[in-house]
């Protein structure tokens, strides 16, 4: 029989000594023909040798561990065979390699695609029977457990709720805040409009976040009576045709009926040089009343069968409509309601930032306002915006959440909010702008990347996306600028420093070549090396010169003529003097420190 028969034919094991090592003793041969099905499984595992990835490690478990299913096709027998042969003449290796994967943990080798969440099934396990409330971050899980993965979505979600509606801050027993006193100012003067058919108006003034749309909404949720309610911006209507237009559309809305003149065919409903061009007004169902009949329409308000507030957002920019025409006629409107004439009230609540807006109006337009102003103020105390942002995170799940869930997320975030570096960045963060809507882009970003890997807030993600919520450096190069030119910003910084704003490069030059001769006639050394200046040659401070301007670092100050030599044109410094402090450190080149330090 040749040896192509006998390997198809012949049992395995004879085939196998012949294949893969036909010269070898007979003693090899014996050792392989003596392997009964049980005692293969453990040879199996030492005849690989050590798997490179954890795939390949898997497929060793696969055949050897009891828990994962043997494979399902067969290896190749030639193969096989060949592996047989080694594990003979590689014994010793081969103990060690079976030692070696007895002692690897069990999860490191992912089987399959069930097994492969083992490790998280096992943490479930120790969740189950064995959880311990975590006191600390340090005793915080690294990865969250299987079953607590839903909460993290479900606290993902409350926190988004409350950041778009933040809840209110209590103020400290002993001081009353600004934004208190002027709810309670601007609730008692709608409910005098509502509840007695008053007719005010007043104005309400604070800085850009500090509150007032949310004080106005407020207010007027409180109100028993639901009244008709009239938002008007000045960024939107920015002249009063299409301030009246927007009433009469939001009136018609609210009312259910058109209170404008029937006839549809008026000439300047058609014709208005100032009309928006963006206005789709094949939409428009409501007829417009000419300018003449504005005030005609704005005196129909206290008629209607419920009262009227009108919040004009923006106040500052009405007072730049032609003749003031709008907030003559609701002032004097407000003005002229009068209670138990049988009419319903009105109220205008004016909402600025402009402390001057009183000064923008005329003089027949203020004296018909009640001169009412209300003030609102941003958060004074950083400790308020760390609690603003304590209480937006840990806004309650409104789902059944497993128990463990909420002392887990209240150690996180307490130890987020405790950290060092989370206090600075709101530190900072609070003293460039205190508009709380500032603090809720910020976390957005930072409950946005929270995953189950990652699931806690951390001070690395704060400072990742308050750096997106801020300008990106005008000059990130500067650190990484070549000798000479770093060199001529350093003289520009010691002309600033001694009142001369603007310089030409033979100036820069002149400096430049003053410190090289200060710095070389006393020479210092530091641990061995000199630390005088180099220097460098006309030529190539001149080109560094060109680029710094090209790069906009040094920026001409008047329009170039052809009458003045490049050398003599006057240019200014960019970057002012932290940023070009904060380079120059980052550089750590002693001689240009120092340099620097003198200026
Ligand atoms: N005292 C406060 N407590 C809680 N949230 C506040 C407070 N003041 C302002 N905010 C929040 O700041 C954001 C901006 O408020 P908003 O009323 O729109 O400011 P403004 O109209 O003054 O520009 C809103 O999300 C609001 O919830
Ligand atoms: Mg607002």
Redesign the pocket.
């Known amino acids: 029989m040749d040896e192509k028969d006998e390997l198809t034919l012949s049992p395995p094991k004879k085939r196998s000594v012949r294949a893969a090592t036909p010269n070898s003793p007979r003693v090899v041969m014996e050792c392989v023909e003596i392997l009964t099905p049980s005692k293969t499984r453990p040879r199996i595992i030492v005849q690989h040798p050590i798997p490179a990835s954890p795939a390949a490690r898997a497929h060793t478990l696969d055949s050897s561990s009891p828990t994962c299913p043997p494979p399902k096709t067969p290896p190749k027998r030639g193969r096989h065979l060949q592996r047989k042969a080694k594990i003979v003449s590689d014994m010793p290796q081969v103990l060690v390699l079976a030692e070696t994967l007895q002692q690897a943990p069990e999860s490191e080798f992912n089987c399959s695609a069930p097994a492969a969440r083992q490790p998280k099934a096992s943490l479930r396990r120790k969740g189950k029977t064995a959880w311990k409330l975590p006191t600390s971050a340090e005793e915080l899980p690294h990865t969250l457990p299987v079953e607590l993965e839903p909460c993290l979505q479900l606290q993902k979600h409350a926190i988004m709720r409350s950041l778009r ?5 209590v103020a400290q027993d002993d001081h009353v ?1 600004a ?1 208190a006193t002027a709810y309670e100012q601007l609730s008692n003067l709608l409910r005098g409009t509502v509840l007695r058919g008053e007719g005010n108006s007043c104005l309400l003034i ?10 106005v909404e407020k207010a007027i949720k409180s109100l028993p009576e639901k009244p008709i309610i009239i938002r008007l911006s000045g960024h939107a209507q920015h002249n009063d045709r299409l301030a009246i237009r927007e009433i009469a559309w939001q009136l018609a809305q609210q009312t259910g009926r058109s209170f404008l003149p029937s006839e549809s065919n008026s000439p300047s409903d058609v014709i208005d040089p100032d009309e928006n061009p963006f206005l789709d007004s094949s939409e428009t169902t409501i007829v417009l009343p000419p300018p003449a009949h504005l005030l005609a329409l704005i005196s129909v308000i206290p008629t209607l069968p419920r009262p009227t507030i009108i919040i004009l957002d923006g106040f500052d920019l009405f007072a730049a409509h032609a003749r003031q025409s709008l907030l003559y006629c609701l002032l004097d409107t407000a003005q002229s309601c009068r209670v138990g004439s049988g009419t319903k009230g009105i109220a205008i609540v004016g ?1 600025t ?1 402009r402390v001057d807006t009183i000064n923008l109006l005329e003089k027949r337009v203020k004296s018909r306002f009640s001169g009412r102003m209300l003030r ?1 103020s ?2 004074s105390e950083l400790q308020q915006w760390v609690e ?1 942002a304590r209480s937006a995170l840990t806004a309650p799940v409104s789902e059944d959440v497993p128990e463990e869930w909420p002392p887990l997320w209240r150690v996180a975030v307490d130890s987020f909010l405790q950290h060092e570096k989370v206090i600075e960045e709101f530190k900072e963060s609070f003293s460039l702008t205190r ?3 500032t603090l ?1 882009r910020i976390l957005t970003t930072v409950v946005m990347n929270l995953t189950p890997a990652l699931p806690y807030p951390s001070a690395e993600k704060l400072a990742a996306s308050t750096g997106i919520q801020r300008c990106p450096a005008r000059f990130p190069f500067l650190a990484s600028l070549p000798y000479p030119a770093i060199c001529l910003c350093i003289a520009a910084v010691h002309y600033q420093t001694s009142g001369h704003n603007t310089f030409t490069f033979e100036m820069l030059h002149e400096a430049f070549r003053d410190q090289v001769r200060t710095s070389q006639s006393a020479p210092v050394q530091i641990e061995g090396g000199g630390i005088g200046m180099m220097r460098c040659s006309r030529e190539v401070l001149a080109g560094a010169f060109e680029r710094l301007a090209t790069q906009r670092v040094f920026t001409p100050v008047a329009a170039p003529s052809l009458g003045t030599a490049k050398e003599f044109v006057f240019y200014r410094l960019v970057p002012d003097r932290f940023e070009l402090k904060r380079a120059v450190e980052a550089m750590g080149q002693t001689n240009l420190k120092k340099w620097f330090s003198k200026a």
Do not use: E, F, Q
């Open positions: 509606d933040l809840p209110d801050i805040s934004n604070g800085p850009r976040g500090s509150g007032k749309s949310r004080l909402v930032t609102t941003c958060l603003l508009d709380a809507r809720c």
